[in-house]
């Protein structure tokens, strides 16, 4: 069983950046594939990138395409999103996640087994 823990939220100006990291226990942290989602107050949870275990593939949602990476450190058992240029529309909770099960769409909340308890990242204008 993984357990997540995310942190690195809080309050940063319009194109500014962040930096957020989920923090891995449990099962064999290479096994799992990592995704990154976000849910604002009101809105449906969605996907916002996706590393393979391997530390490559990764996938972004349009809306953060260009702007935010996803990496991994298997030796630290972490995977971090650094988010530039963020926009007031990047404001929401977010949430790291984990899947040792590829046959799932990457991009869908359903494909992931484990979740973290969120950080809340607050854009202002």
């Known amino acids: 069983q993984v357990q997540l823990v995310e942190s690195g939220g809080g309050l940063v100006q319009a194109g500014g950046s962040l930096r957020l990291s989920c923090a891995a226990s449990?099962?064999?942290?290479?096994?799992?594939?990592m995704g990154w989602f976000r849910q604002a107050p009101g809105k449906e949870r969605e996907f916002v990138a996706r590393?393979?275990?391997?530390?490559?593939?990764?996938r972004y949602a349009d809306s953060v395409k260009g702007r935010f990476t996803i990496s991994r450190d298997n030796a630290k058992n972490t995977v971090y999103l650094q988010m530039n240029s963020l926009k007031p529309e990047d404001t929401a909770v977010y949430y790291c996640?984990?899947?040792?099960?590829?046959?799932?769409?990457?991009?869908?909340?359903?494909?992931?087994?484990?979740w973290g308890q969120g950080t809340q990242v607050t854009v202002s204008s």
């Open positions: 996640a984990a899947t040792g099960d590829y046959s799932g769409a990457y991009y869908a909340a359903l494909s992931y087994e484990a």
């Open positions: 449990g099962r064999t942290f290479s096994s799992y594939a």
């Open positions: 590393i393979s275990r391997s530390n490559g593939n990764p």
